[in-house]
């Protein structure tokens, strides 16, 4: 399955409903796009569009405002989400090993490249989820796996996975001519 | 002894919900259905999580942490069946309050956190059991805008976010401005990556931090207000939603509070992610709806702020002071800290230190206090190296230097900065190169790119530091660095810029030898940048159990499964991920 399949359908009636309850001024612009996120799971393009239709938001304003975040995102996301922490506690304890082994896991290769060729799970980093104490950790969806590693965040997800009956893509390994 | 006289009170802040605060609730819920099981917020005491404490028939109180699904049949079978008492699981007992894992607590000062693991974040009663908006209410019942200034002032507390200017006095510019609207905003925008007290206000004690927002407001005269908060802190923003409508029930916000002619509007801007608006005219641009990039000050906030008003910024831990300021006189709180420094701080202790958590200290404790008394040392074993104060901002401090006392002066004078409040501890398996390149690669990432010399500037140092991270830098190279961190430093507009090369500046000044290391012997002395190690399996030891070669991501490792010294690692094929290293049972793999 390839991301394009992920696209959301957007419905105008739900953004016109983001508009009427936050408002359409320039101050409405981090909220509005929150709410279309918060829905999708990123920022669809036919979305923003029709906030900057129906808002007096230029359009520069809001791709420059979806653009500066980092919250926002402008690709589809997978069924699942995982962020994986990178405070300074989690990159001291090994953050960076937790990407390597679920890229890995989820067969996700490439600089680019964030989702599970099955659509299953998204990894994104962020910058830090502010429980230090508990670092390295990982967060799927809402719930938090702490003082985890590269193993264990791999146990995590398949635990995950049965649960949620999601299939795992079939890890492959990485031939590396260097 | 029959289960209903017993109350068992979970903590359940993030941290907790990470180690698994919610199974352990429902696990006594099920095995003592009629125990009195309710949640607390998060004491801070995070290395002990999942904690919690019971209360027996006696009105006797036990702590215990750690606590996971045997560790409740285990509390259960004492309290209940007159099972074995659960030493490994005490933090402090009525026969034994001064337990060693309750020092943690028992040696701190806690005046920002005194509620935060005490009582239900979401109650509003608990909250007022508490002394709770007894503050604002003496304020409302006759201090004048000008004694309510006067008694902060008293008290010295300086913003605790960072910056450290007086609040009172930030106060008093925006009193003098004539205008209908002002407003009011805490910044909960905590975005320091290693900092988490802000946090636990927030969603331990939010009461406490819209009370201090009341004051501040009172002050100055605002009657509208924002609180930032990071959308990282789902939970934050949760509990401080649930206590603005709880607030405002009780007529504590709103119009004409407690029947005054002081009214306040409260509501809620999740911020959406970016350093800089702790800057706080970024922080305003981007309520205003924009790109959160800073603007040149003056005009000051305080002056024209907010849609062009007078606007106060106060940082979370600052207005978490405020109410306990209020009750108890601003000269009870100047009498804990230092000349230059007045009152306590709170710290977010992590890293490879024992007991991590929240700590706060009176201002003057010095770090090794932090570390040894509170923390417990090291968490591996192997010594303690340095700590990172003020996150990317900020800078290291060596070990040779844990007796400088936490003070802004005392603090600054090292080269780090006091911050926000995160501690980092790290032990000699962290690179102090490879820290340098997290941060400046962060600082990169999140410079908002106004000012050619942060936007650029950042990128050059980084790309520098990959250099000699690989192995591949000159000593000429270090002193490019160095004047460069200098100018980026100048000629940046905001804070962010202007303090950006501080973690390079300061482990070249204390870590020199580590550069040195990587440049001239293209080696990393704590094995971590990845290109200048290896990793090798000592055969002698290797049982042939094939875990390695499972968990390596590419076909680097191979073997005969099941027959004992016969793995190898291709280093032509290696990208020293060690992911085999974290699965290897004998510990067999050798990294250098």
Known sequence: MSNQSLEAQVDPNLISGFIAELGGEASASVPLLQAVQSHYGYLPRKAMDLIIEQTEISGSQLYGVATFYAQFRLKPVGRNLIKICHGTACHVTGADRLNTSLKFQLNIHGEEADTAPNGSYTLVDVACVGCCSQAPLIVINEAMIGNTNGAGAQKAVRMHARKNGEELPKAEKQSINK | ?592
């Not at chain 2, 007894?134 to 201090?143: H, P, Q, T, V």
């Not at chain 2, 000008?146 to 976010?161: F, H, N, Y």
């Not at chain 2, 709806?289 to 002056?303: C, S």
Request: glycine share 10%; aromatic share 6%.
């Open chain 2, 1 to 592: 002894m029959n289960a209903q006289s017993l109350q068992i009170i979970v903590g359940e802040g993030t941290c907790g919900i990470a180690a698994g605060s919610k199974e352990v609730m429902e696990l006594f819920s099920e095995q003592a259905p009629a125990a009195q099981v309710r949640s607390v917020s998060c004491a801070g005491m995070c290395h002990m999580e999942v904690i919690a404490e019971v209360i027996d028939k006696d009105g006797k109180s036990f702590m215990y942490g750690k606590v996971d699904k045997k560790g409740v049949s285990k509390i259960l079978d004492y309290h209940l069946q007159d099972g074995e008492f659960p030493t490994d699981l005490l933090i402090s007992s009525p026969e034994e309050p001064e337990h060693e894992n309750k020092q943690y607590l028992n040696r701190q000062t806690r005046i920002a956190l005194r509620n935060v693991g005490q009582l239900d974040p979401t109650s509003i009663d608990e909250y007022q059991a508490r002394d709770g908006y007894k503050a604002i209410e003496k304020i409302l019942k006759g201090m004048s805008q000008d004694q309510v200034i006067a008694e902060v002032k008293t008290s010295g507390i300086r913003g605790r976010g960072g910056a450290g200017f007086p609040a009172a006095i930030k106060w008093g510019f925006a009193k003098a401005q004539d205008s209908e609207t002002k407003y009011m905003i805490c910044n909960g925008d905590e975005g320091d990556p290693g900092a988490f007290m802000d946090r636990s206000l927030l969603e331990g004690d939010p009461h406490n931090v819209i009370e201090g927002m009341l004051i501040a407001a009172y002050s100055f005269g605002a009657n509208k207000g924002y609180a930032y908060i990071r959308a990282e802190y789902p939970l934050a923003v949760k509990n401080f939603g649930l206590a603005i409508e709880a607030a405002k029930a009780k007529g504590l916000l709103g119009e004409k509070i407690l029947g005054t002619d002081f009214s306040f509007e409260l509501k809620i801007k999740e911020g959406a992610g970016a350093f800089v608006c702790g800057e706080e005219t970024a922080l305003l641009a981007s309520v205003e709806g924009d790109r959160g990039m800073p603007k040149l000050r003056p005009p000051f906030p305080a002056v024209k702020g907010l849609f062009g008003k007078p606007t106060i910024i106060n940082n979370v831990e600052t207005l978490s002071n405020l109410a306990w300021i209020i009750n108890n006189g601003g000269a009870a709180y100047a009498a804990h800290g230092t000349d230059d420094s007045k009152g306590t701080k709170v710290f977010a202790l992590a890293g490879t230190i024992k007991r991590g958590g929240l700590v706060e200290v009176p201002m003057g404790t010095t770090i090794r206090q932090v570390l040894d008394d509170i923390g417990g040392g090291s968490s591996t074993g192997r010594p303690i190296k340095a700590v990172q104060l003020g996150g990317p901002s900020g800078g290291v401090i060596p070990a040779e230097l844990f007796d400088t006392p936490i003070e802004y002066a005392a603090i600054n004078a090292t080269g780090a900065i006091m911050g926000s409040g995160g501690m980092i501890v790290m032990d000699s398996k962290t690179c102090m190169v490879d820290l340098a390149k997290f941060f400046m690669n962060f600082n990169h990432m999140e410079s908002c790119g106004k000012c050619t010399f942060c936007r650029i500037g950042t990128l050059r140092i980084r790309e520098m530091l990959d250099k000699i991270s690989e192995g591949k830098a000159s000593m000429e190279d270090l002193d490019v660095l160095e004047n460069l961190s200098r100018q980026v430093m100048s000629s940046s507009l905001c804070a962010l810029g202007g303090t950006a090369p501080n973690p390079v500046l300061t482990t070249l000044r204390y870590f020199r030898s580590e550069y040195e290391a990587h440049i001239t012997d293209k080696r990393c002395p704590a094995a971590v940048c990845k290109s200048l190690i290896t990793h090798r399996v000592i055969q002698a030891d290797c049982t042939g159990c094939t875990l390695c070669e499972k968990a390596c991501p590419t076909d680097a490792i191979t073997g005969e499964p099941k027959v004992a010294h016969s793995y190898e690692i291709h280093m032509d094929k290696c990208i020293n991920c060690s992911m085999c290293v974290e699965v290897c049972k004998p510990d067999c793999i050798l990294v250098e």
